[in-house]
């Protein structure tokens, strides 16, 4: 079975400084990773994901994410804040097609000028 | 504009009176899907559809039906909410062959 692993609920950072979102999954089979941000009262946004191409994924706003196997992992990570990062991050897990996408709890970025 | 939309968008109900809330998307996808999300939770599988006709229960099905009679349409009924429903829902959409989700905007409903 999958599951994601999002370590810290709340993540705050100063403006301009580094972003970093931690996400840790597990999987029985090759996994695809999915980014999403959620602005508040918006819906969910994809950041960007990873299906099986380059390892280093590139996605909006600046925004960037490491698959590493050997960790498990697919951190997320900003080189500098901005203000209109604030809102909530989802990773997100899936393994089909056309399939369920299983999210983990979620961490909310502050960012403080 | 290829989009899902849900109605209503916020909703405040009583126990046990039924309601519906409406999907659709305009991208001709074959699946469908609904979550909830509540805080430290993330967001949870309640129903998906692979096509017309074709249902299933997710991770969190009990108190939720579904049906899926036109593939743009996904509708979610609560037959008798309870408070324990309150929380934010979305409909997604993605077709067969891809990994992605398309989501809509999101249904607040507040069970009292």
């Known amino acids: 079975a999958q599951s994601v692993t999002q370590l810290g609920s709340h993540v705050s950072v100063s403006e301009g400084a580094l972003v970093l979102l931690r996400c840790n999954y597990s999987s029985s089979v090759p996994p695809y990773l999915f980014w999403y941000v959620q602005y508040p009262n918006q819906g969910l946004q994809l950041l960007l994901k990873y299906t099986s191409a380059a390892t280093l994924v590139k996605g909006i706003n600046g925004f960037e994410a490491e698959f590493k196997k050997s960790e498990t992992s697919f951190h997320l990570t900003k080189p500098s804040a901005h203000m209109s990062d604030a809102a909530e991050y989802f990773c997100?897990?899936?393994?089909?097609?056309?399939?369920?996408?299983?999210f983990g709890q979620g961490t909310e970025l502050s960012v403080k000028p | 504009e290829a989009q899902v939309t849900q109605n209503p968008r916020y909703l405040i109900t009583v126990t046990g009176k039924k309601l519906t809330v409406t999907c659709s998307q305009n991208m001709n996808h074959e699946y469908m899907s609904w979550y909830r999300q509540d805080p430290g939770l993330g967001l949870r599988q309640i129903y998906y559809?692979?096509?017309?006709?074709?249902?299933d229960k997710g991770d969190v099905p009990e108190g939720y039906k579904v049906s899926r009679k036109e593939k743009r349409n996904f509708p979610l009924i609560l037959e008798s909410p309870s408070p324990n429903q309150t929380s934010l829902y979305f409909c997604?959409?993605?077709?067969?062959?891809?990994?992605?989700?398309?989501f809509g905007p999101g249904t607040r409903l507040t069970v009292t």
């Open positions: 559809s692979m096509n017309v006709e074709v249902t």
């Open positions: 997604a959409s993605s077709p067969l062959e891809d990994y992605e989700q398309y």
């Open positions: 997100a897990v899936s393994t089909n097609q056309g399939g369920k996408l299983i």
